[in-house]
C-alpha cells in the first residue's frame, strides 16, 4: 500500500507564494520509479492537472495557467515532491491533491486522474486580500 499526504497549504494574499509538500510513503516504495502528479480543484469545478513529473526521466508537465509560475521538483531520499507556488492570484484558490502512479506515462496522460493510483487527503490553498 502506498500513502500519500499533502501539506503546506493556507491562506496567502495575491502575489504571494506557497510550496506544498507531497510524502509519499509504502513498504519497499522507491519515489525514483513512480510519477507524482498535481491537482486541483475550485470549488464548483473540476478537478484539473497543475504540474506533474514523470518516473522515467524526471520531465516536468504544467498547465498553461501555472506555468512560468509554480515548479515542480522532488527529493528521491526523503520520497518528497514539492510544488513551488509563485505569483498567486485568487484564481489560484482551490483544494490541492498529490497523486502516484509506478506505470509509464505517455506525454498526454499526466493530467488523466484515471492514470493514477494512490492519492492524498489534499490541502487547502486559499488566495485572499
Known amino acids: 500500500q502506498v500513502h500519500v499526504v499533502e501539506s503546506g497549504g493556507g491562506p496567502v494574499q495575491p502575489g504571494g507564494s506557497l510550496r506544498l509538500t507531497c510524502a509519499v510513503s509504502g513498504s519497499g516504495f522507491t519515489l525514483d520509479y513512480w510519477t507524482i502528479g498535481w491537482f486541483r480543484q475550485a470549488p464548483g469545478k473540476e478537478r484539473e492537472g497543475v504540474s506533474c513529473i514523470r518516473n522515467t526521466d524526471d520531465i516536468a508537465y504544467y498547465s498553461d495557467s501555472v506555468k512560468g509560475r509554480f515548479t515542480i521538483s522532488k527529493d528521491n531520499a526523503k520520497n518528497t515532491v514539492y510544488l513551488q507556488m509563485n505569483a498567486l492570484t485568487p484564481e489560484d484558490t482551490a483544494t490541492y491533491y498529490c497523486?502516484?502512479?509506478?506505470?509509464?506515462?505517455?506525454?498526454?496522460?499526466?493530467?488523466?486522474?484515471?492514470?493514477?493510483?494512490?492519492w492524498g487527503q489534499g490541502t487547502q490553498v486559499t488566495v485572499s486580500s
Open positions: 497523486a502516484t502512479e509506478l506505470g509509464p506515462l505517455n506525454e498526454g496522460m499526466w493530467t488523466d486522474e484515471e492514470y493514477y493510483d494512490y
